[in-house]
């Protein structure tokens, strides 16, 4: 049975949480690329407002969007431009669209590299030796995406500034009705104006996604 989007948008919320466990743990991002690539694949599902794919490790894509694009999704944890993203030459002709996320772990966020049509997509690939198709990350990671909208889920108000929560889990902070990043210092700045300690039960700072949702549940009381 297909997830329902709300069950889509608990699964991710549920595997960002175990994502920010293991990190804590100073297990290194790549070495969760089972969990990461499940962020990932949710992700995709949740902004094409899509499904999964129906079988497990099906051949070429990942995720069906609402339109019945077959998606392949990639995700990465690499912050900087070394390295590439691969893909399976063999299994291209099965693919409508393709998908590249980063997950940023400073801020928690789930960012998008690269969202194209396959053949827009194979502009961008050199052949490797392995029958890999490859996009280096540097090709990515100066290419501006147009980000999707998401929907808020829970804001807040204090003095001039608005705390957002989208339905990625995602936070964002407006000072002076303008969108300000990156919103860990403000996020801090305002818990400190609050008396609201910035350190977790392990005494480890709470990274953005868990200060902001503090903060917005406390403001909300």
């Known amino acids: 049975m297909a997830l329902t989007q709300m069950q889509i948008i608990q699964s991710l919320g549920e595997a960002m949480s175990w994502l920010e466990r293991e990190l804590s743990w100073d ?15 949710l992700y995709a599902a ?16 990942d995720v069906v969007s609402s339109s019945g694009e077959r998606i392949s999704v990639k995700t990465t944890g690499r912050m900087h431009t070394g390295g590439h993203i691969s893909f399976n030459t063999n299994t291209l002709n099965l693919v409508d669209r393709i998908i590249i996320l980063r ?9 998008t590299l ?8 194979k502009k961008l690939m050199s052949d490797a030796v392995t029958g890999k198709s ?3 990350m540097s090709k990515l990671i100066n290419a501006p995406v147009k980000p999707r909208i998401l929907l808020n889920v829970k804001e807040v108000i204090w003095n001039n500034y608005k705390l957002v929560e989208l339905e990625n889990g995602t936070i964002e902070v407006f000072l002076n009705d303008e969108l300000v990043t990156p919103s860990k210092p403000y996020l801090r700045d305002i818990a400190k104006e609050l008396g609201i300690s910035i350190l977790n039960g392990n005494v480890n700072p709470f990274n953005t996604r868990q200060l902001g949702s503090l903060l917005i549940k406390g403001l909300s009381e």
């Open 46 to 61: 949740l902004i094409t407002n899509g499904r999964m794919a129906t079988e497990v490790n099906q051949a070429g894509y």
């Open 134 to 136: 490859c996009i280096t």
């Open 103 to 111: 997950i940023n772990t400073d801020e928690m966020q789930v960012e």
């Open 27 to 41: 297990v290194p991002a790549t070495e969760l690329r089972h969990l990461t690539g499940r962020i990932g694949e």
């Open 114 to 121: 690269l969202d194209a049509p396959v053949e827009e997509a």
